[in-house]
Structures are given as C-alpha cells and as structure tokens.
C-alpha cells in the first residue's frame, strides 16, 4: 500500500520537520540564514527546493559511495563518476546510469578484487540476494567474470562488464535500491508490489527519484516518521555540527578525516565530544561573546529550538540562565552541555 499522500499545501516549518528535511535530503542541519529563510514556510516548497538542489545529488552520491564502501583510498577519481551529480541534477541521467557508472570505475574493481568477492558484492548489494542461499547464480556469475560464456540473470554473457549490465539492469537493482531508501527515508519496509510500481517509474524517467521523494515527503508516512529519532552517521553529526557551530560546512578532507576516525570506533560517543569541545575552542565559531547577549532566556531558548528542536523546560531554562550568570561559566560551556544532550546526536 502506498504512503497516502497530504495535501500539496505543506504544513507550516517547525524546527523539528527543518532540521530533519535537511538532514534526510542533505546529511547536515539547516545554516542560520536557511533557518531564518524557511522557518515557518511551507514544507513542501523546502523538500521540492531541496531535491532539485545540486546539492542533494552531491550527497546522494556520497552515500552510494559510502554503501559500496568506496571510501578513503577507494574513492573514486574518474570523471564519469565524479560527474554523476551534475548530471542527475540536469536530467541527463537517472539512477540506474549512475549506479552502473559507479560499478563499472576502476575504485570499485580495486574495492572488490577477484571473481568470487566482485560478484558477490555486485548480488548483495545490487539485488540484496544472499549468495549462499543461491549458489548457483554465484557461480554463473563468477564463470562470465572470468571470460568464459554463460547464462546470468535470464541474459548471457563472458566477461566482467557483463556481470555490471545484466545485475545493474535487471528490474530487482532499482526496487532494491528503492527498498534501501524508503527504509532511510520513512523508517518503514516497503510493500513489494509499491516498489514494483515506483521502481518502473524510476526506470523509465530521469526525474522520478525527485517525484517519488516528494510524494514520500508529503505523506503520512513521513509525519509518523517525524516522531521517531534515530542516531546520526558520523558524516551526518561531523557535518552538522560544524553547520550548527561554525555556519559552514567542514572542508572535504577535514569532513574524510573526521569521518574515518569517528568509523573506526566501536563507540564514536566520546571522540565525538572531543570534536564538540575541540570546534568550540578553536575560534571559529560563531557563538556571541557574553556581553553580546542582550536577553540570556531568549538565547538559550534559540538553542534549544535550533539544536534539539524543542524548547527547555523551566527548570532547564533556570538552570542555564543561573548558570550563565556566572562570570566563570562563558557561552561554549552552555553551548556544549546543550551538545551532550542524548537528543542532539539524533534526527
């Protein structure tokens, strides 16, 4: 069953739908002059604005990009991936073009060296099919690979790239992947038969990924989503909280850097909040000195609303305000015991 669709006039922008529009389109919060903009405007003129950003299919490459593991020194350089953006963004190309671009660079062959691990990955995470529960289409697969002639996925074929076109054009790639997304996006399992119907529409127009995450975004499904949270990736925290403290997004490499050390931890929690604490000292931030605060309530209400997307509770607003009163408490220090609360690192 699909996700019924509201009215095409939006709800008005609280800033707990902003910071999750932005976050789910673009992994990061809202810059304080985008807050000023949207807030309390139509929310559906902010998820079409959104999606027809290059922005956003700048980030969705970058996710695709992390899926497949193509990271660090496997991501890719080539100038057929690295224009997938752009070329989404213009209607030049649609998803299954790009996912193919992606499989047929040269980062991803390094990535998945070898017959046996190239083909698997290329059925699991194309086709989500668990390869030891089809052995047989495995080895189909690996025998195209290594050069020699057979039959994969109902077409033939005798080498690598044809391994790339029979799974990147099979119809189960695109409602795998829309089963990917609607899970991300809505927070709930697609029914089979909507993904048949959304993934034929994919297939055949280059703008269907944007009409198919409009119709998500003035759902049902997506207001229920509203009042669920879930944990921020590491890329998602990294760059918001550079957005939430700076007003401007990390450098790449700063961004990579950061990403990969916060990955490599079985608990990214306390190097997080060395990251806090560290972007607060160092500054660059844009938090106004104490004497710049006319009204201290004000303010820290203004933080709660932006960064935890609710308002304080009068024994929190008392606590703060007491708390900035002290001439040996400066503004950071609020700032980031307003970071460490459990709700921050979560959309």
């Given amino acids: 069953m ?7 006039t939006g709800p008005s922008l609280g800033s707990r739908r902003l910071r999750a529009l932005f976050l789910d389109l673009l992994d990061r919060s809202p810059t304080a002059a985008e807050r000023e903009h949207w807030r309390g405007r139509d929310a559906h003129e902010l998820l079409d604005t959104l999606t027809a950003s290059l922005e956003f299919w700048e980030n969705w490459l970058e996710r695709e990009l992390y899926y497949f593991l193509l990271v660090v020194s496997f991501r890719p350089t080539s100038e057929r991936v690295l224009e997938i953006p752009s070329e989404l963004a213009g209607g030049h190309i649609g998803v299954r073009e790009a996912l193919r671009r992606i499989a047929l660079s040269p980062s991803f062959d390094r990535r998945n060296p070898g017959a046996d691990t190239f083909c698997t ?4 995470q194309f086709l989500g099919i668990v390869v030891q529960e089809k052995p047989r289409l495995l080895e189909s697969a690996k025998r195209l690979y290594d050069g020699r002639s057979g039959k994969f996925l109902g077409g033939s074929g005798r080498s690598q790239a044809d391994v790339v076109r029979l799974v990147i054009d099979d119809p189960g790639t695109l409602r795998f992947y829309l089963a990917r997304l609607h899970r991300s996006f809505l927070r709930t399992e697609a029914p089979e038969r909507e993904l048949r119907r959304l ?3 994919l297939a055949e ?8 995450l409009r119709e998500w975004g003035r759902s049902d499904a997506y207001e229920a989503r509203l009042d669920s949270r879930r944990p921020l990736s590491n890329r998602a925290f990294t760059r918001s909280l550079f957005v939430d403290l700076t007003d401007a997004l990390p450098s790449p490499e700063e961004e990579q850097r950061m990403r990969a050390a916060l990955d490599g931890l079985a608990n990214p ?3 997080r909040a060395v990251v806090a604490r560290l972007l607060l000292d160092s500054g660059t931030t844009r938090i106004p000195a104490r004497d710049a605060i006319e009204d201290p309530r004000a303010w820290i209400r203004e933080l709660f609303d932006h960064l935890l997307t609710r308002q304080p ?3 929190e607003l008392d606590a703060f305000v007491s708390s900035l009163a002290d001439p040996a408490c400066r503004p950071e220090t609020v700032v980031y015991a307003i970071l460490s609360d459990p709700a921050y690192p979560t959309w």
């Fill in 313 to 315: 509770t009068e024994a």
């Fill in 205 to 212: 127009g280059h703008g269907a990924l944007r009409s198919i």
């Fill in 269 to 271: 929690g306390p190097l």
């Fill in 199 to 201: 993934s034929e529409r």
């Fill in 2 to 8: 699909a996700p019924s669709r509201r009215s095409d």
């Fill in 121 to 124: 990955v290329m059925l699991e």
